[in-house]
């Protein structure tokens, strides 16, 4: 954290083989493979230091919810063996450090650049380069330009009539100030609940004099049992690490967890109950969802686990029309993304907590007092937004990208993302998203799939290198089957019954596409390395 901002802001050159877009770990990990490439690399990001999400989420509670040892690097033996998670699920601090370690461990600072934010991306087809210029003035030149922007990075900003003129103080979790936030003794509004609203509203409970949740969807939220780490399971694990990883990696979820064929439909009531509450013991995102097969593909068992879930929700709150305000009932359980929570529907036993239905009031406006929905006034001190972002392709189409042609990328996914892979876009050449939508992304444990898709970016430019080539394009024919691929995989599933961001439904205006590619991270990545295996097929190479 002693490195936070100490980088010169003017670059050595202006000339490198990549720009990469974003320090979170997808852009470190870049830079690092980069250079023991023998390549030259700069890093850009607008934060003033690395770890991207974990600079950002700073908010009370924010911790992982993937298992702290799932959830971090596995390229380095000699890393993944020093390094020691304190708990189950890791807070953003412990994170934030860990994203610092790397940057120190592998001297990546002098390659990095913050408060810098990229504006635009021009390819010029005489030179075969990108011209990246930043708010800042610089003006590069690069061959490739891989963008490590995040899918979860854009945030939404606050749209609320009247916003501005509120007089009290406005938080968004997903830019949480340094210093933090004291809630003692203040009328306090969190408008959301979504997973950063059910990460911090028990904490925000606690401390506040009042807390008011404004609710428009309800959520699904498991306990997370998080715990310290057990130093047994943590020695086992690390004394056969690889074999443990490579699972990860052949895996569905990108977390090596038991898969069954079983279907919920071929059980009968008794026997389900005990699997699902063997999943909610377990503390995991995918304990319920993973113990049948047919949960994501038939709604008929998936009721069975979402009324297995609501049951626990009516249980654990005493209020029973409270309870059933909370509970999820117009969208399959598992197709909005599922929360992991530490005393989340406790916290509305307290009398200090109420739960606003915008459904039945909406939000109207802001004012100098607080906040007004269609039927009472609020008077806050403090509001916080935990309103979520514009995922998956906000971060890439922000920022001002042209391609062959003139293209516009923002022009060529206005309708939804055309890519190929979730990697590569069609007229933009040597140009790469990690972990982009048509890719299994943010249906996967994250580290495992920003691993898989910096290692594929890196074996590619390598082939470039050998073989001559000065740019790499698919093809538009490979980029419209693998769009329709990945749109025939999602409508086989329930996800496009929820009003998710993985629909692109949460944002105003943007098209109704299922965003992320649910063919699984291990079928996915075994089809990059055979495509690769193949020369590069559905890639123009020249
Ligand atoms: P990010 O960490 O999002 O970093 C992207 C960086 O790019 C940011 O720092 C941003 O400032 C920068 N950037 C973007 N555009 C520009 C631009 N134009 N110019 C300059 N800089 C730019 N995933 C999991 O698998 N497990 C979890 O438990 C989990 N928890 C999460 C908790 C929260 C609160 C959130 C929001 C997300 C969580 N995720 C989780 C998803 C998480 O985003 C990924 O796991 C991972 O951190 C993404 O890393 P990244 O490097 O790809 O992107
Ligand atoms: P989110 O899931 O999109 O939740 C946003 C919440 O705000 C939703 O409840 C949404 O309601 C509500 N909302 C948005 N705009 C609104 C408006 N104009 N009026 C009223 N309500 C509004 O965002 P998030 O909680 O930041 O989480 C995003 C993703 O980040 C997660 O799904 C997860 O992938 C990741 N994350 C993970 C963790 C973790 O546990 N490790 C923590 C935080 C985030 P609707 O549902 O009705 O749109």
Redesign the pocket.
């Given at each position: 954290m002693a490195n936070e901002n100490n980088t010169t802001k003017v670059a050595a050159t202006t000339s490198y083989d990549a720009v990469i877009?974003?320090?979170?770990?997808?852009?470190?990990?870049m830079l690092h493979k980069m250079r023991g490439m023998g390549m030259t690399a700069r890093v850009?990001?607008?934060?003033k230091g690395?770890?991207?999400?974990?600079?950002?989420?700073r908010?009370p509670g924010?911790?992982?919810?993937?298992m702290s040892h799932?959830?971090s690097f596995s390229f380095d033996k000699e890393l993944e063996q020093e390094w020691e998670w304190s708990e189950k699920?890791s807070t953003?601090p412990e994170?934030l450090r860990y994203a610092n370690h790397v940057a120190d461990r592998y001297e990546l600072w002098p390659d990095m650049q913050f408060e810098?934010?990229?504006?635009s991306a021009v390819f010029d087809e005489n030179t075969k380069r990108w011209t990246v210029k930043?708010?800042q003035g610089d003006v590069i030149s690069a061959m490739h330009v891989v963008?490590?922007?995040?899918?979860?990075?854009?945030a939404k900003q606050p749209d609320l009539p009247g916003h501005e003129t509120f007089a009290g103080e406005t938080y968004m979790?997903?830019k949480w100030p340094h210093e933090g936030v004291d809630f003692t003794g203040k009328k306090v509004g969190v408008i959301g609940t979504g997973?950063?609203a059910i990460?911090s509203i028990p904490i925000i409970a606690e401390q506040a004099d009042h807390l008011t949740v404004f609710q428009r969807t309800p959520n699904f939220s498991l306990p997370a049992g998080n715990s310290p780490t057990e130093k047994k399971f943590i020695t086992d694990l690390k004394s056969d690490y690889p074999t443990y990883r490579q699972a990860a990696k052949e895996s569905f979820f990108?977390v090596p967890v038991e898969v069954t064929d079983d279907l919920a439909l071929d059980a009968d009531k008794t026997e389900r109950d005990a699997k699902y509450q063997e999943g909610w013991d377990s503390g995991s995102l995918v304990g319920v969802l993973g113990a049948y097969a047919d949960l994501l593909f038939d709604k008929e068992a998936n009721d069975t686990a979402a009324e297995f879930v609501r049951e626990k929700i009516r249980a654990t709150v005493d209020a029973p029309e409270l309870a059933e305000l909370l509970c999820p009932d117009d969208y399959p359980f598992g197709t909005k993304r599922p929360c992991l929570d530490t005393g989340y529907y406790e916290a509305f036993n307290r009398e200090d907590v109420r739960l606003v239905d915008l459904r039945k009031t909406p939000l109207d406006s802001m004012d100098t007092n607080g906040v007004n929905t269609t039927d009472e006034h609020f008077d806050f001190d403090v509001v916080v937004y935990a309103t979520g972002?514009d995922a998956m392709t906000g971060?890439?189409t922000?920022?001002d990208i042209s391609g062959l042609d003139g293209k516009k990328l923002a022009d060529e996914w206005e309708g939804g993302p055309q890519n190929y892979l979730g990697l590569c876009v069609s007229g933009f050449p040597n140009f790469y998203v990690?972990?982009g939508p048509g890719s299994p992304s943010?249906l996967?444990?994250?580290?495992?799939?920003?691993e898989q898709h910096i290692e594929w970016i890196a074996d590619l430019m390598q082939y470039m290198r050998d073989n001559d080539k000065s740019t790499v394009d698919p093809s538009i024919e490979a980029q419209e089957e693998w769009v329709a691929h990945v749109a025939e995989a999602g409508d086989g599933t329930l996800y496009p019954l929820a009003n998710s961001w993985y629909m692109g439904a949460n944002v105003p205006g943007k098209p109704r596409v299922f965003l992320p590619y649910i063919g699984g991270c291990g079928p996915y990545r075994e089809r990059c390395d055979e495509i690769a295996a193949e020369g590069y097929t559905g890639f123009v190479l020249a």
């Open positions: 877009v974003g320090a979170g770990f997808a852009g470190m990990y850009y990001d607008a934060a690395v770890g991207g999400t974990w600079y950002w989420n908010y924010a911790r992982c919810d993937v799932d959830y699920y953003q994170i810098t934010r990229i504006d930043t708010d963008m490590a922007t995040g899918t979860l990075s854009a979790t997903s997973s950063s990460q990108g972002f971060a890439v922000r920022v990690v972990t943010v996967s444990n994250m580290m495992v799939s920003i």
